[in-house]
């Protein structure tokens, strides 16, 4: 399974942007996915998961009431709406993928086998 993330970009504090996931090498049916992230100088951490078949979602509380994560399983993509970006959501941005059709949430960095290169997001204030 290969994962390339794009989308990420300059953007003002307050602005909006989206980014994909677009797997290559087989669907994403039956894959779980998750949206992680890498601050200057801090650990990656979870921003958002998403069950294969988009019923059951995650997301970290700084990022609640302002990210969407979704899938297009048709479309063998995934994505993460970032509305209301603050400095702080400053990172580079990785997807990643792992087999699993239950109805599991992935959340944790080491859940994932599969991990598409960063895309990075600068927002200033």
């Known amino acids: 399974v290969q994962l390339q993330a794009s989308g990420g970009g300059l953007v003002q504090a307050g602005g909006s942007l989206r980014l994909s996931c677009a797997v290559s090498?087989?669907?994403?049916?039956?894959?779980?996915m998750g949206w992680f992230r890498r601050a200057p100088g801090k650990e990656r951490e979870t921003v958002a998961a998403?069950?294969?078949?988009?019923?059951?979602?995650y997301y970290a509380d700084s990022v609640k009431g302002r990210f969407t994560i979704s899938r297009d399983n048709a479309k063998t993509t995934g994505y993460l709406q970032m509305n209301s970006l603050k400095p702080e959501d400053t990172a580079v941005y990785y997807c990643?993928?792992?087999?699993?059709?239950?109805?599991?949430?992935?959340?944790?960095?080491?859940?994932?086998?599969?991990w598409g290169r960063g895309t990075e997001v600068t927002v200033s204030s």
């Open positions: 090498g087989r669907t994403l049916r039956n894959y779980v």
């Open positions: 998403i069950s294969w078949s988009g019923g059951g979602t």
């Open positions: 990643a993928a792992d087999q699993d059709h239950s109805s599991n949430v992935r959340v944790g960095v080491s859940d994932y086998d599969y």
